[in-house]
């Protein structure tokens, strides 16, 4: 009988997480707005969404990623290269992690975490196909040389301050963890334009927020 109700708990569980996380449509080619497009677990993009201008970005990558993973929509690897130079010239030195992620990989990357450590494990850590923002092409996460990238680090204080001079923002922020839903990641920068990230680093916003502000 107790098998039989954790059974029960189980699949309801896993109907609920699946059935939760849509708000009407999905982005698409279509309706998606450049830039300022917000994914996350309440708004997901289309599985067929790809970015229409991606291009390979010519900064270090570590040596463990996917030419996929390498590229991102060409304005916005243009300006990420732009980024890299400056930190690069005043000694900081960045490699990329990933960028781009198509909703295949996504769901590869995922489902490979639930079998590997369990649904609960696998929701914390891993965005589900749709919910990440890198099959947008406009983020990308970087690591240091010491492949050991958290807030104290000179590479993440760098990155903190100065990624909106380039048009990014640190997408999820600390403290901002309930609005977001994402733990903090000081590694994950999103292009959003250079205007609305100075604002958004000058006001100590999410993307969330800002959107939710400017609506109308
Ligand atoms: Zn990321």
Redesign the pocket.
Known sequence: MKKFIKVVIIISSIILIFSTNFNGETLNNSNIIANLVVVNNYNKLDKNYVPKNLVKVNIPFIDSISEEEEQLEENVALQLEKLVKMASSEGINYLGT?GYRSYKSQKEIYYNRVKSQGLKKANEYVAKPGTS??QTGL?I?LTNEDRWFVEVTKEAKWLKENAHKFGFILRYPKGKEDITGKKF?P??IRYVGEDIAKYIYENNLTLEEYVDENKN
């Open positions: 990933s923002e890198h983020c996460d990641e590694w994950h």
